[in-house]
């Protein structure tokens, strides 16, 4: 399976990753501009009313931006949805997203025919993160047009597998899109995905130190500051293992070496998105991949610095 024709309008092969709370639209915006895939979570516009505002802002700046620059038009964008039974804004936010006809749908937390049904019948193309080749089958098997795979060392929700392993299971049966995820944050890791059998990279926390993105100053020089050793992975704040930033939850009192455990059943999407995230939300999500970000800048320099390194370490490569 080739990659599709929307995947291809991309200044090089990253996906902005969605970040819980922190995406928003002049995030998203800017990354399109730059030309990567920008995304956000569906639940990040609350009330869900605020979805159908959000899409507007996007659809409205990138297609003037594609008006006044034709030369460089415009990255498409995605929009994520949890499709966990407990997310009870589900199909309201799908109907909003069919509205507008989205051109890329990312999924998570579970994956539902009903959705890739829709989202094909208004010609777009769904993703759908995995964080094994179980998971990853299954979500093919549902109509998933491609995947991207969670691996050991991602923001947030994350896998343990190494990324290695990840990809050359998953490449074994599976041809079509796929994108990984996982410490993604230079242009040389960027091609490392690549060489290793991914058609993108998927990359999020270096976007969190960025001018557009929706976090706090406290946050964003966490991120700067701090390194793989930094991170921790717990289960406690959702119910399903992921990695945060070491100083967020000490200073929520808590011994991040002594972390109790969560259960799956504990999390809950409320229709504002709360629930466990609301119980945690000083508690920030990041990856292993943040030993390279050193200063915040806007997103478009960020791309800028991506493309500069992944272009050299391909010429160095091909040198060698």
């Not at 690549?194 to 966490?222: C, H, L, M, N, P």
């Not at 967020?248 to 809950?268: C, F, H, Q, V, Y």
Request: aromatic share 8%; glycine share 10%; net charge negative.
């Amino acid at each position: 399976m080739a990659v599709p024709d929307i995947l291809k309008r991309v200044r090089i092969p990253v996906i902005g990753a969605p970040l819980f709370i922190i995406s928003n639209p002049q995030l998203v915006i800017a990354q399109c501009k730059a030309g990567i895939v920008g995304s956000f979570p569906a639940l990040n516009a609350r009330p869900q009313s605020q979805l159908d505002e959000w899409l507007h802002e996007i659809t409205e700046a990138l297609t003037e931006h594609d008006r006044d620059h034709p030369e460089r038009p415009s990255a498409p964008f995605a929009v994520n949805h949890i499709v966990h039974r407990s997310n009870d804004r589900f199909e309201a936010d799908l109907a909003t997203t069919g509205e507008w006809k989205v051109p890329i749908v990312i999924t998570s937390l579970g994956a539902r025919v009903e959705l890739n049904d829709a989202v094909h019948s208004w010609g777009g193309i769904t993703l759908h993160d995995i964080i094994d080749d179980v998971y990853a089958r299954k979500a093919v098997e549902k109509g998933a047009d491609g995947l991207i795979a969670v691996a050991a060392g991602a923001g947030g929700h994350a896998g343990h597998w190494s990324p290695f392993a990840l990809v050359q299971e998953i490449r074994k049966w599976f041809d079509g899109p796929l994108c990984l995820s996982g410490a993604i944050a230079s242009g040389r890791a960027v091609l490392a995905a690549k060489a290793a059998g991914a058609d993108f990279a998927y990359v999020g926390s270096a976007f969190i130190a960025t001018d557009e993105a929706r976090a706090s100053d406290d946050y964003k020089q966490y991120i700067v500051k701090g390194g793989a050793a930094d991170i921790v992975y717990s289960s406690l704040f959702t119910g399903i293992h992921g990695n945060y930033l070491r100083k967020s939850i000490e200073n929520a009192g808590l011994d991040p070496d002594a972390l109790e455990r969560g259960e799956p059943e504990a999390m809950k999407f409320g229709s504002d998105g709360s629930g466990k995230d609301k119980a945690w939300k000083d508690i920030w999500g990041s990856g292993q991949g943040i030993g390279v970000i050193d200063r915040i800048c806007p997103a478009a320099e960020l791309v800028e610095r991506l493309e500069r390194e992944y272009v050299e370490a391909k010429a160095r490569l091909c040198a060698s």
